[in-house]
T-cell receptor
Framework: DQQVKQNSPSLSVQEGRISILNCDYTNSMFDYFLWYKKYPAEGPTFLISISSIKDKNEDGRFTVFLNKSAKHLSLHIVPSQPGDSAVYFCAASAGGTSYGKLTFGQGTILTVHP | GAVVSQHPSRVICKSGTSVKIECRSLDFQATTMFWYRQFPKKSLMLMATSNEGSKATYEQGVEKDKFLINHASLTLSTLTVTSAHPEDSSFYIC?????????FGPGTRLLVL
């Protein structure tokens, strides 16, 4: 049972444009969501997070939107840069923090073309 | 951000042998560490939660006698894959719970021949 789903295995965008990565979840107990960036043979690197009490969180070029009624979140990267090319995982936690168990989506491979 | 290391980064072993993977939090103390496994082109699957000074909590379907976890100190957790078989070949990643989030190690690639 995949509780966190990233339905797009890959995304290709042009440098300077917006990248939008999507994530859906099914477990209503999830109340904290995170996005991680991962390169091959490396561990995930934390990008940005959002609590369920918010619907938007912004950090530089990265913005995460949360739609609780739709159980959907998205990561916007503007403007996209070639260095953003990596696998992006969304993750969810129940308990209001990221200290506990994280459930990950399958990942989306982002490729940003110069 | 905080630094978490894993050792070794890559290991090849014969079927039937045991392999130990270390996870260290280098600049902070972590009472809780997590062990994940990632299959090729798949998600990270939580295997177990490791708490300093107590027994690990394993996720459903993970054999605790096969994947031995020890969290002997606030900066070190170890995962031992006992009697490894080719199906245990995978990418194993640990994380340590810090003040703001979990910090992940670089991962260990295990190949069992």
């Amino acid at each position: 049972d995949q509780q966190v789903k990233q339905n797009s295995p890959s995304l290709s965008v042009q440098e300077g444009r917006i990248s939008i990565l999507n994530c859906d979840y099914t477990n209503s107990m999830f109340d904290y969501f995170l996005w991680y960036k991962k390169y091959p043979a490396e561990g995930p690197t934390f990008l940005i997070s959002i609590s369920s009490i918010k619907d938007k969180n912004e950090d530089g070029r990265f913005t995460v939107f949360l739609n609780k009624s739709a159980k959907h979140l998205s990561l916007h990267i503007v403007p996209s840069q070639p260095g953003d090319s990596a696998v992006y995982f969304c993750a969810a936690s129940a308990g209001g923090t990221s200290y506990g168990k994280l459930t990950f989506g399958q990942g989306t491979i982002l490729t940003v073309h110069p | 951000g905080a630094v978490v290391s894993q050792h070794p980064s890559r290991v090849i072993c014969k079927s039937g042998t045991s392999v130990k993977i270390e996870c260290r939090s280098l600049d902070f103390q972590a009472t809780t560490m997590f062990w994940y496994r990632q299959f090729p082109k798949k998600s990270l699957m939580l295997m177990a939660t490791s708490n300093e000074g107590s027994k690990a909590t394993y996720e459903q379907g993970v054999e605790k006698d096969k994947f031995l976890i020890n969290h002997a100190s606030l900066t070190l957790s170890t995962l031992t894959v006992t009697s490894a078989h080719p199906e245990d070949s995978s990418f194993y990643i640990c994380s340590a719970a810090g003040e703001e989030t979990q910090y992940f190690g670089p991962g260990t690639r295990l190949l069992v021949l």
